[in-house]
């Protein structure tokens, strides 16, 4: 919650009283400058204003005892201070590479498919590590970068959460999907950098070979982790079509060779962890949360924001508004 601080705590002080003091004011200057004229008939009632036209008088001397006080209190010189925490040492750049081609669908992960497991263990590991940068890149036919790494957890989540299985084809392109992740990590100055490659099948797509990108990621001191998602046999499948906007359900053969995928991490000088199960995905990804622990300083940074500029403004609208409400309604005669 911001805090508020004042510059000149006279004028705060006078900005408060001021109401009253104009109010006790004009009363004591009225009784003894005024002169009491009869301006009624000789022996008649004397002159009295409508009930309206007091009450306009009333709210106009309001308006103007209110603009006074913000007008004074914009000159004592208000500021909002509000304090954000920050990470004074950079964490880890980590970018997830994401296997969305249609065999993701596959609903063998706690009841779940093995697609959306991996976003929601995504998303809790993000929000684990605030001070990682965090990023995401999807394969299937081809590949692409979604979101770079960044601590802003928003952007990440909005962009997950917006992926969609067959989005870049029913085609698995691990080749492409390493390569695409090496080259937004390759020169990065963060302490600690890693690929996680999240897949259920073996590459089939691309101009790229997966061990070639792996095998040049040692030399950019970049760690790997292969995530063999999924068990094998009759798996059912369930997932709408981005582009047909068709539903496909029944079942596949789930078959892939692990051993093609211990290569890709074997290359890397990396770790190749197999998650036929729910509680195994859930191992693996914790798994690599401890082995890429950084250590990060962190403080509280104070920002002071001024609002005088705000107060003026409503100031001088109360004060030319009470100018406004006499000219039109009282003739300016008060």
Known sequence: MPNITIERPILFLAAILSPFILIIGRSFFRNILSLSLSLGAPGGESFKTSFKTSMLIRFTRFLESAGIAVLLLAASGPELISNSFVYLDRGADILFVID??????????????????????????????????????????????????????????????????????????LGMGLSVAALHLRNSAAPRKAIVLITDGENNAGALHPETIAASLVDAGISLYVIAVGSTGEVPIDYVDPYTHIRRTGSFDSRFNPEALRNIAHAAAGVFIPAPSSDAFIEAISRISKAEMTVSRAGVRGKRTAVHNTLILVGLLLCSSAFFVRKIFLGALL
Do not use: H, W, Y
């Not at 809790?124 to 970068?145: Q, T, Y």
């Not at 997950?160 to 698995?172: C, F, M, Q, W």
């Open 100 to 173: 969305a081609s249609p065999s993701m669908a596959g609903m063998d992960i706690g009841g779940q498919s093995r697609f959306n497991a991996a976003c929601t263990l995504l998303r809790d590991f993000a929000e684990k590590r605030p001070a990682d940068a965090i990023g995401l890149v999807a394969l299937g036919n081809d590949a692409a970068l979604l979101v770079p790494p960044t601590t802003d957890r928003t952007s990440l989540f909005l962009r997950l959460e917006s992926l969609k299985i067959g989005e870049l084809g029913d085609g698995t392109a």
